[in-house]
C-alpha cells in the first residue's frame, strides 16, 4: 500500500564537460638517502609554566570572582526558594481561616 519512491537521477542541464583523461605515469626508481639518527637529547614532556607574581595576582582575583559568582548566585536561588515557601504558607493560612469561617456560618 504505501511504498517509498525512489527518486531518479536528473538530467544534468547546461553545458557538460567531458570526463578528463587520465594518463598514467612512470615510476622511476631513485637513490634513498639515509635518515638522520635522532637526537640523543631528551625533549621535555610538557612545557614549563613559570609564574610571575603578576599572574599569581590575575589568577587570584579571577577566582575570587569566580566563587563570589556562583555564591551569589547560589544565594539568590536560595531566597526565591525561601520566599516561595513562605508565600505558598500564607497562601494556606489564608484558605483554611476562609475554609473555617465558612463551616461556622453554616
Do not use: F, H
Amino acid at each position: 500500500m504505501l511504498r517509498p519512491k525512489i527518486p531518479t537521477m536528473p538530467t544534468p542541464t547546461g553545458r557538460v564537460t567531458p570526463p578528463a583523461v587520465v594518463e598514467p605515469t612512470a615510476i622511476s626508481p631513485s637513490t634513498q638517502t639515509p635518515t638522520p639518527p635522532p637526537a640523543m637529547s631528551p625533549a621535555p614532556s610538557r612545557p614549563v609554566v613559570q609564574l610571575t607574581p603578576g599572574t599569581v595576582i590575575a589568577l587570584v582575583g579571577g577566582g575570587t570572582a569566580v566563587v563570589l559568582v556562583v555564591g551569589a548566585v547560589l544565594v539568590s536561588l536560595l531566597l526565591a526558594v525561601a520566599i516561595t515557601g513562605v508565600s505558598v504558607a500564607v497562601c494556606a493560612v489564608v484558605l483554611r481561616s476562609l475554609l473555617a469561617s465558612e463551616a461556622k456560618r453554616r
